[in-house]
């Protein structure tokens, strides 16, 4: 068997015009591999709140739903809107479908059975947003249209402004458009803020 471990070679590289460059840290060593993995990843973003993840309330849910989509309906003048729903037949937490794109000043939660495909849900209220038009105190309030859906339903309506704001419509029976609204935040809320439930 042939020895290769000493070939020789006809050319012999030059290192003299070569320096050295020093490093705060040992390219080889998995310590500083691990360090910079830990700080990438307490500069990232926080996650932010998406549909399915779990609430301990209805309103909760509706404050994560419009904190999620506000931005986007204000930056791209849609209207955007999904339902709140309780999981497991409404013995669970809650949570929201994701938002469907609506128009300029239109928009449709969807069904109040589409729920049912998230975990066996119950329908717990809407929630929808506002662009802005020409008359911005019609973009802070809900329309006619809006308390007439939530008192036909019985449930909440939730509602993100182009100013930012976050109401409750709460329906009262038997009393059409005469129903409680009520301030629930902002949509610049903090991602770490959101009630989100591990």
Same mark, same amino acid.
């Given at each position: 068997?042939?020895?290769?471990?000493? /070939?020789?070679?006809?050319?012999?590289?030059?290192f003299?015009?070569? *320096?050295?460059?020093?490093?705060?840290?040992?390219p080889?060593?998995?310590?500083?591999?691990?360090? &910079?993995?830990?700080? =990438?990843?307490?500069? &990232?973003? =926080?996650?932010?709140?998406?549909?399915?993840?779990?609430?301990?309330?209805?309103?909760?849910?509706?404050?994560?739903?419009?904190?999620?989509?506000?931005?986007?309906? =204000?930056?791209? !003048? &849609?209207e955007?809107?999904?339902?709140?729903?309780?999981?497991?037949?409404?013995?669970?937490?809650?949570?929201?479908?994701?938002p469907? %794109?609506? %128009?300029?000043?239109?928009?449709?939660?969807?069904?109040?059975?589409?729920?049912?495909?998230?975990?066996? !849900?119950?329908?717990a209220?809407?929630?929808?947003?506002?662009?802005? !038009?020409?008359?911005? %105190?019609?973009? %802070?309030n809900?329309s006619?249209?809006?308390?007439?859906?939530?008192?036909?339903?019985?449930?909440?309506?939730?509602?993100?402004?182009?100013?930012?704001?976050?109401?409750?419509?709460?329906? /009262?029976?038997?009393?059409?458009? &005469?129903?409680?609204? *009520?301030?629930?935040?902002?949509t610049? !809320?903090?991602?770490?803020?959101?009630?989100?439930?591990?």
């Open positions: 068997m042939l020895d290769y471990s000493l /070939v020789p070679v006809d050319y012999q590289p030059d003299s015009d070569v *320096s050295l460059v020093p490093v705060d840290y040992d080889f060593s998995t310590d500083d591999m691990i360090q &910079q993995a830990r700080t =990438q990843l307490e500069s &990232q973003p =926080q996650r932010l709140a998406a549909a399915g993840d779990s609430y301990p309330t209805a309103d909760a849910a509706a404050i994560a739903a419009l904190q999620d989509i506000n931005s986007t309906s =204000q930056r791209y !003048g &849609q955007y809107a999904g339902r709140v729903y309780q999981k497991w037949l409404g013995l669970g937490d809650y949570s929201y479908t994701p469907i %794109e609506g %128009e300029a000043f239109k928009s449709d939660p969807g069904s109040r059975l589409k729920p049912l495909v998230h975990s066996l !849900g119950v329908n209220g809407t929630y929808h947003t506002h662009t802005r !038009g020409l008359d911005p %105190e019609r973009d %802070e809900y006619p249209g809006d308390k007439d859906r939530s008192d036909g339903e019985g449930a909440p309506a939730y509602l993100g402004t182009p100013r930012g704001m976050i109401y409750k419509y709460s329906p /009262v029976p038997n009393h059409p458009a &005469q129903g409680d609204v *009520s301030v629930l935040g902002n610049n !809320g903090s991602p770490k803020n959101s009630p989100a439930q591990p």
